[in-house]
């Protein structure tokens, strides 16, 4: 299985991470490039990411093989309609959004007749910090890799999608868009909100830089990814804000029983809820093909 052009439509970390994995593995001859900052994508060719920067979603689209859509889940619907009349029928589109219910429905609504090109995915893969001066190629060796693929999809198409990201490292799973988009409001959506507003919270107190200073790595560890890119994670939670608020409210009922417990003094309901959370996540273990949550993308 090789490519001849894969079009890196957003030149970011995901992306440039993409692009250097497909072309360390040997699967693609020539790799073209687009981000709407002509600077990105200039420092892109500067790195070797890309072999050559295009001036539009169009233009990079035009003869490409194997497109990989890499850019905010807000901005997915216009790169979708910006590149429908290129995209040829036997052409393998993909994105790499952490939500998959709106991206679709805005491939659904934008791609016509090439929808039938579209396998949406979703690497659990990243870091806290963006652009593309910090891809690698070994971001997405042993981390998993969902497809959430269309009624439409045919298997061909499919099976191709789980080769690709096979051979970049990945461990492949299929999902609904719906299972998808529920079960990671539930494992990385909330917490990141839960991070960015403990964050805020203690800022917003008067001695909060004071507390700060005196933070260690409880709070580290805790807050890593409220170091997230906000545009990111504006776009994320919007998209999935249904599923997110559902979260929420599960989150309100645990944290009330807490409450509770403190206000009545009850030092052994206290412990119970402790000693519950703390069994769970013992007993957890990050599975093969599991990553960190993804924080960031251009």
């Keep these: 299985m090789t490519f001849q052009r894969l079009a890196l439509i957003g030149c970011g970390l995901m992306g440039g991470s993409f692009a250097l994995a497909l072309r360390e593995a040997g699967l693609v001859q020539t790799i073209v490039g687009f981000s709407a900052s002509e600077k990105t994508r200039q420092r892109a060719v500067e790195l070797k990411v890309i072999n050559q920067a295009c ?34 029928p036997n052409t393998l589109l993909m994105d790499v959004g952490s939500t998959k ?5 805005a491939a659904v609504a934008s791609l016509g007749e090439r929808l039938s090109c579209f396998v949406p995915a979703h690497p659990i893969a990243g870091k806290e910090v963006a652009g593309i001066e910090h891809a690698e190629a070994s971001l997405y060796q042993e981390r998993r890799t969902i497809l959430t693929p ?3 999809t045919g298997i061909h198409r499919l099976q191709a999608a789980h080769e690709v990201w096979t051979a970049v490292g990945s461990h492949v799973s299929t999902m609904t868009p719906e299972a998808h988009d529920a079960t990671f409001a539930a494992v990385s959506h909330l917490p990141h909100m839960l991070a960015f ?16 200073d005196m933070a260690g790595p409880g709070f580290r560890d805790f807050s890593r990814i409220a170091a997230s890119d906000s545009s990111v994670w504006r776009d994320i939670l919007s998209a999935n804000h249904a599923e997110v608020l ?53």
């Design 101 to 105: 219910c709106d991206v679709i429905a």
């Design 246 to 298: 559902k979260q929420v409210a599960h989150f309100r009922t645990a944290l009330d029983h807490f409450e509770t417990a403190l206000k009545q003094g009850d030092a052994a309901a206290l412990q119970q809820l402790i000693q519950q959370a703390s069994d769970v996540r013992s007993a957890w273990t990050l599975q093969a093909g599991n990553a960190c949550n993804k924080a960031s993308e251009d």
């Design 150 to 152: 269309l009624p439409k």
């Design 197 to 212: 507003a403990a964050v805020n919270a203690l800022m917003a107190q008067p001695q909060g830089a004071a507390f700060l």
């Design 55 to 88: 001036n539009s979603v169009a233009e990079a689209v035009q003869g490409a093989d194997l497109v990989l859509l890499a850019v905010p889940v807000g901005a997915m619907h216009s790169s979708f309609a910006a590149m429908r009349d290129v995209l040829q």
